[in-house]
């Protein structure tokens, strides 16, 4: 079967089979007597993957925080997100995502597969269910964990972040125990990110372990030497190259596009969400040969396709300044085909970003001398993903300030946010660093604080079904809830 039939699929099969009926928050689940009593766990993996790719991933937590982060920007009319009006209903889509379409069925898969010993379908269901659940305590800080996924229970409490991230941990070793398990079934095609290879599998984990030990370097009661450590040593058995590579394939097929196709270029859906002009403007300050990459030229995309008498002989690349009002979008450059053609991948965890990971871990524990080379390696690595010919990417590695005792966190953090363009890990590094510098726009109802926001609003759909425990968060359902820092995010 092909992939691109079996992705269609997987969409279908969820809805057909898997969304048993769930008619409130956290899985009051009515019992569909129509719906098989067990679903293979190769068509399971099949739709939990499709659907954490698309519904999550390469959805809100990226399109939204990369507006405040000015990667994108949205070229309409104000208010939106991109002005910092996100208030409770924002949310809703991503927190049902995550815990009925994505959780709750690798809940189940973990189950199913750990009792029939096929270890390779548990294993991958732990690291799912690790890193869905690694993005909403990043996002909303406290979340229902411990007490979530249970049918019995349609309000459950929510567990505190500091909780979460030692579990989260624990559940990407037992994933990588389940790896070296001897396993009755391995996947193949049904794999839809590795096609059955489980060594990337379990590089993933590693490399994903690497990630949430960073996140804790300035937590309270952490030490960023011991985290910086910890990451390192994940990341010995973590991406090796740039074909380890988290890429989620889509086709040019309706209803198995890339989803920045969808969103950003599709004039069925919108072409609003275009570059910010603090990104673009950040890599022409550069010479940045990523730029043609990951932009279309001014004039390459509108509503209607290509504007009248466009060229590509002498393109123009323009960002939108975020917040404003818009200016046409034949005006500003749109996102790049590399990561918005219908067919192209969505990357969800790069060999660069592990790279920039070990950088940085190697600046903490070892210093500023001992994290250059690996540094250098980081950028090379996104000059080779993204296809940059080598004489380009030595000029630029070359041209880049050697890393120094006074700059050298802020220029890792710089080229990790241009290497992880397009990724929701790039508000994670803005918010534990403040790296790269980026200036609160002017124009916003969100007034409390004034400056970019830090978190995420629990959704409407919380504060309907589960009021008590929401409130006990202490997280008001407001503008000012944005500037209420989760727990790892230390001022």
């Known amino acids: 079967m092909k992939f691109s039939k079996l992705l269609t699929s997987a969409f279908l099969l969820f809805t057909i089979t898997l969304l048993v009926g769930s008619c409130s928050d956290y899985l009051d689940v009515n019992q569909d007597p129509t719906a098989p009593d067990e679903v293979p766990p190769d068509l399971q993996l099949s739709a939990i993957l499709a659907n954490f790719s698309y519904e999550v991933v390469g959805n809100e937590p990226a399109r939204t925080s990369l507006l405040w982060v000015q990667q994108l920007a949205y070229n309409g009319e104000p208010p939106s997100e991109d002005n910092y009006d996100y208030t409770s209903t924002g949310p809703d889509n991503l927190w049902g995502a995550s815990y009925i379409d994505v959780l709750n069925n690798a809940k189940t898969l973990n189950k199913d597969a750990t009792e029939s010993n096929n270890y390779a379908y548990s294993g991958i269901a732990k690291v799912i269910m690790a890193w869905n659940y690694s993005i909403l305590t990043d996002l909303f800080g406290s979340v229902p964990y411990s007490a979530a996924l249970n049918a019995t229970d349609p309000a459950p409490t929510y567990t505190p972040q500091e909780e979460i991230y030692p579990a989260l941990l624990d559940t990407l070793d037992a994933a990588i125990q389940d790896f070296e398990s001897e396993s009755v079934r391995t996947p193949s095609s049904d794999d ?122 002498n393109p123009e690349y323009e960002g939108h300044e975020n917040g404003e009002q818009g200016s046409g979008t034949d005006t500003i450059s749109s996102i790049g085909e590399f990561y918005s053609a219908p067919d192209a991948p969505l990357n969800m965890l790069s060999y660069a970003e592990a790279k920039f990971i070990e950088a940085e871990a190697i600046l903490i524990t070892q210093g500023a001398a001992a994290a250059q080379p690996v540094y250098e390696e980081a950028v090379q690595a996104s000059m080779d993903k993204l296809g940059v010919a080598d004489t380009e990417a030595d000029l630029y590695i070359a041209s880049l300030p050697p890393l120094i005792v006074g700059n050298a966190l802020e220029e890792i953090m710089t080229q990790k946010y241009i290497a992880t363009f397009l990724n929701y890990e790039v508000y994670n590094d803005w918010r534990r660093t403040g790296y790269p510098e980026i200036e609160p726009v002017s124009n916003t109802p969100y007034t409390p604080g004034g400056g970019i926001p830090v978190r995420f609003p629990y959704p409407q759909s919380e504060y309907n079904n589960n009021q008590q425990n929401v409130s006990e968060t202490g997280i008001p359902n407001n503008y000012s809830a944005l500037e209420m820092n989760i727990w790892w995010d230390v001022d």
């Not at 994903?208 to 450590?229: C, F, I, P, V, W």
């Not at 969400?273 to 279309?296: E, G, M, T, W």
């Open 192 to 313: 839809l990110l590795y096609g059955g290879d489980m060594g990337k599998w379990e590089k993933l984990a590693y490399t994903l372990k690497a990630r949430l030990h960073m996140h804790l370097t300035n937590a309270s009661g952490y030490d960023a030497n011991e985290q910086a450590q910890a990451a390192l040593t994940a990341l010995q058995n973590g991406f090796e190259s740039n074909a380890d590579d988290a890429d989620f394939q889509y086709y040019e097929e309706t209803g198995s596009e890339n989803p920045w196709y969808q969103f950003a270029i599709d004039s069925k859906w919108d072409t609003r969400d275009q570059l910010s002009a603090n990104y673009v403007d950040l890599l022409k300050s550069l010479d940045d040969p990523r730029l043609p990459i990951q932009a279309r030229p001014v004039g390459a995309i509108d509503s209607d396709g290509p504007v009248a008498g466009f060229s590509d002989e």
